[in-house]
């Protein structure tokens, strides 16, 4: 009974807490909750458990040492593992190198080129070595009376030896030039044909030159290069020139010292003067330094250095000595690492002149020239070199150059007395005169690799000249621009141009005042030589590594223009060679 009043009273209790749940469920309201700030989880501060905690009780016992013994014994394998085997990779054929090789080639005006080079070495250190040129043409330019062949044929040969600490060589080079005077102004001044027929415009030029350099991996003598020159002409003129150049590189308090020396001597005679009957000779002796101290820092690199130099001259027995002084400064920053660079500088130099150096930059001088050096008193200039992008190099420059006794080329005159009547003596060859000249110049430059296969550079110079004594920079171009782009087609096939842009010029020569009579009376004037452009091209065949055939086209727009005043070029060139390598 009592059991059954308990059970009773629980579920009394039960049904009254269920009643009210329902109530309450039923009347659930709405609350509005004000968040006042945005939670912000935070982390408390860990406590580093210690790796060895302290032990309190005083009945611990150091632990049992418990030796385990392994008894091992050998398990019977019936796996075998695969070799493995390395993945092939294809691989470029090597290709092979050769010592020696010989070019051939022929063309029409008949041209002949060819050129012969052999290398051997003689032990691990010594080698020996000799290269031969040649290049001919028979002439036939159109409107032409007198002959206007030409032959160069040179022979290099030197003797070297390598080793760890130094090497050395000494070469010996002969050459000998056939040019024609052959630029007679039959447009300005009349010429009868016995007169045409008397004139004997071939000129002989032959140089041989002993000299050799040395060079150290250690110590502060860093190289030294020295040369003999003999040069002569046909018409008995004869030029000796002797220079040595020892440099030397050592550091100071973390600061490299650099250190030029030259010793430069020329001296010449020629057989007479254009218009006076009577030898001519001349001598310069030019000696002095160049040091420099190199600074590098993050950066930037600078270069602070002067040249000093004494330079005494004798003409026909008149001699003149004087000290020259000339800045030598160069810096860059790097803007953007290799990517941007900034440049500048201020140079000067004292320039040797030589009668086989004018021959070289004009052959159709005649042997009747004053030598004397050019005084280069600065060059300022500022530019900016980088990259495009990879593949693409750029610099762009702009200077001011100013010097004193500037050689420039002036057409020689006529004047139809017949005092002198050399090859050279009507109105068809070159004489230098010297004047003061500045020059401002804007110079820029681009090259490309588009890939592998084909690179491309196009290049451009603008200059503008201001005279002190001359009416013009003779024969001086105020704008120049060249361009160059080579490309392989295949492994076997590649082809390449190149093609160059020349402003006009300035010039005097001889005008005859009555073209019907001669002699008679002439006068000299300016003219002004029209622009060019010359386009080249070639293309070759890899037959196998030795051989290779080649196809070149020189002048293929067929301008018939003049290089200097009265001297035509000749038309399109086409010449078809072949180079073979080998070794011994």
Known sequence: ???????????????????????????????????????????????????????????????????????????????????????????IEKEKLYNNYATLGFGNYPTINAELFITQNLSRSNYVGGMLRHLSSQGGIKDLVLDDKFYNTSLDVTYGVRERDMSWNVDLGVKNQIYNWYGLPTETIFFDDPTIAGIDSKQTYNTIALGGKMSFKDGIFNDASMQFKRFSDGLDSGENRFFIKPNFDFDVMNQKIKADFVVDYVGGSFERMYDVDSELKYSTIIAGTKPSILYQQDDLSVQIGAGVYYATAKINGES?????????????????????????????DLEQNSYADFVDQNPF????????????????????????????????????????????FVSNGFDGTGTNTNGYAYGNSFGVVYDDLNTLGIFGELKADFSKNVTFGINGTYNNYSNDTQAEAWNLPQLKIGSTVDFDINEKWYAGANVFFVGERKDLISIQDDLTINPGTFTTTAITLDSYFDLNAHIGYKYNARLTAFLKGNNL????????????????QVLLGANYKFDF
């Open 557 to 572: 727009a067929n301008q018939q223009y003049n290089r200097w005043a009265n001297f035509p070029v000749q038309g399109i």
């Open 365 to 408: 001088v005649s042997p009747t020239m004053f030598i004397a050096p050019t005084d280069n008193k600065f060059d300022l200039y500022i530019g900016l070199k980088g990259k495009l992008a990879n593949s693409v190099a750029f610099n762009v420059r702009a200077s001011n150059k100013n010097q004193a006794d500037r050689a420039l």
């Open 320 to 348: 003149d000595g004087k000290i020259f002084i000339y800045p030598n400064i160069k810096a860059s920053y790097k803007l953007v690492g290799d990517i941007l660079v900034a440049y500048a500088g201020a140079e000067g």
């Open 1 to 91: 009974m009592k059991k059954l009043n308990i059970i009773a009273l629980v579920l009394v209790v039960f049904g009254i807490q269920f009643s009210f749940a329902q109530v309450k469920d039923e009347n659930i309201g709405s609350e509005v909750v004000n968040i006042v700030k945005p939670y912000t989880p935070t982390i408390s501060d860990a406590f580093k458990v210690k790796e060895t905690p302290l032990l309190d009780d005083e009945d611990n016992q150091q632990k049992e040492v418990i030796q385990y013994n392994i008894f091992s014994f050998p398990v019977a394998s019936t796996f075998t593992p695969a070799k493995g085997k390395a993945a092939g990779v294809d691989k």
